[in-house]
């Protein structure tokens, strides 16, 4: 069974860091594209950023560039999202995601890990 | 980046056929785009539906279809259950960036 799940959250104040991490089990981790997306209460799904298959390429929203910084750990079958300079408007639900083989898209998503950027 | 818009609600009765759009503001969704989307229940996490435009995952329910209408990437539920009351994302692929539509909100009446 596959399985994503996400740690790593909390509150944090504005200009803070932190580094989510997210544990796969139940597949082939280095095989595959993995994503971070975050949803902000009560909004829609922003896609954050991905990484493929090795880590030697990455993407990223533009919101985010610079301040973010997603990895993988394809030995420990994780992969982690560095968060710095954080801002308000980062507080959301961060989801990491998996890619499918093959055709470009999503299939498991984990359950999600609430990050709260506040004074 | 890209700006991706869905119909923000639609309201559709038990039984009947619906579907749900994603535009983007940079012109016509092509099969390049290789469309997702997805379900998302209030207090749950997404679900995946379809992805490459039209190719439904294992668990996908049949009576959902993903298609290109026009300039547009489409997802058609033919025989609405109440169940199917949910928020719905389209996902659109630009090269390694992706971006989400604002999403659907489905009232089953």
């Known amino acids: 069974e596959v399985q994503l799940v996400e740690s790593g959250g909390g509150l944090v104040q504005p200009g803070g860091s932190l580094r989510l991490s997210c544990g796969a089990s139940?597949?082939?981790?280095?095989?595959?594209?993995m994503s971070w997306v975050r949803q902000a209460p009560g909004k829609g799904l922003e896609w954050v950023a991905n990484?493929?298959?090795?880590?030697?390429?990455?993407y990223y929203v533009d919101s985010v560039k610079g301040r973010f910084t997603i990895s993988r750990d394809n030995a420990k079958n994780s992969l982690h999202l560095q968060m710095n300079s954080l801002r308000g408007e980062d507080t959301a639900v961060y989801y990491c995601t998996r890619g499918t083989i093959g055709t470009p898209g999503t299939d498991y998503w984990g359950q999600g890990t609430l990050v709260t950027v506040s004074s | 980046q890209t700006v991706v818009t869905q119909e923000p609600s639609l309201t559709v009765s038990p039984g009947e056929t619906v579907t749900l759009t994603c535009t983007s503001s940079?012109?016509?969704?092509?099969?390049?785009?290789?469309a997702n989307w997805f379900q998302q229940k209030p207090g749950q996490a997404p679900r995946a539906l379809i992805y490459g435009t039209n190719i439904k995952h294992p668990w996908t329910p049949a009576r959902f279809s993903g298609s290109l209408l026009g300039d547009k990437a489409a997802l058609t539920l033919s025989g609405v259950q109440p169940e199917d009351e949910a928020d719905y994302y389209c996902?659109?692929?630009?090269?390694?960036?992706?971006?989400f539509g604002g999403g659907t909100k489905l009232t089953v009446l």
């Open positions: 996902l659109l692929h630009s090269g390694g960036v992706q971006v």
């Open positions: 139940g597949f082939m981790f280095s095989n595959y594209w």
């Open positions: 940079t012109g016509e969704v092509t099969s390049g785009y290789f």
């Open positions: 990484i493929n298959e090795d880590g030697s390429a990455t």
